[in-house]
């Protein structure tokens, strides 16, 4: 077993990487947002580089930068962050993810993101696939209506309008794809705790999963 790292799965929307964010400053841990990796792979993709070119290309040229707001990337020193965050780039994640070519080139990328120091490790299949030795893996869930609104506020403050009626259906579809994929499918890990932040605040969340890692951790 890890015994310095966390995992926290669950679909989009649920509050992964806020609570992530946070609980890696607690407890002085280095971070993995996959999903953010996932949107490299599909970004390079959709860049014109084939499946066998990206994981060179992840290594030698894309750099990942925390910062007040997030993690910054960076692919060859230009700032692509925004490009990411697209719905566009969401899209082509979801889809791309699906491919078994894909999670096996990423694997190996994820388990080296690992430090010493310790790792909050975020996504669909941390605590499943990725990193099944986790010394503590949470599952983290919000009904579909709550994640919508987090969604829509999120783009809103990037100047983006959507329809939330579009929005809730699109987060029930992927979320449907994401659990019946036959490869890594979204199920929390036996031993996961599993957190419903529907009608919590992220301190709420933080807090409680504050008193977990105390106890996992001795901090």
Request: net charge neutral; charged share 30%; proline share 4%.
């Amino acid at each position: 077993m890890k015994d310095n790292i966390i995992t926290i799965d669950g679909p989009s929307a649920s509050g992964k990487g806020t609570l992530a964010r946070n609980i890696a400053d607690f407890l002085g841990f280095e971070i993995l947002d996959s999903g953010l990796l996932y949107r490299v792979y599909a970004f390079l993709f959709e860049s014109g580089l084939k499946h066998s070119q990206i994981p060179a290309s992840i290594k030698n040229d894309v750099s990942f930068k925390s910062d007040k707001e997030g993690i910054v990337v960076l692919n060859k020193n230009i700032d692509i962050t925004a490009k990411l965050r697209d719905e566009s780039t969401a899209i082509a994640a979801s889809k791309i993810s699906s491919l078994a070519e894909t999670r096996e080139n990423l694997l190996t990328i994820q388990r080296n993101f690992y430090s010493p120091a310790g790792l909050v490790a975020d996504g669909r299949d941390m605590g499943t696939v990725v990193f099944p030795d986790a010394k503590l893996k949470i599952f983290l869930i919000a009904s579909p209506e709550i994640r919508a609104k987090r969604r829509q506020l999120e783009l809103q403050n990037r100047g983006q309008e959507v329809n939330m009626h579009a929005l809730i259906e699109d987060i029930k579809q992927r979320d449907l794809k994401d659990q019946t994929r036959e490869l890594s499918p979204l199920v929390p890990a036996d031993d996961s705790v599993l957190i419903d932040s529907s009608d919590m605040s992220p301190e709420e969340v933080l807090s409680f999963t504050k008193k977990l890692a105390k106890k996992e951790f001795n901090k």
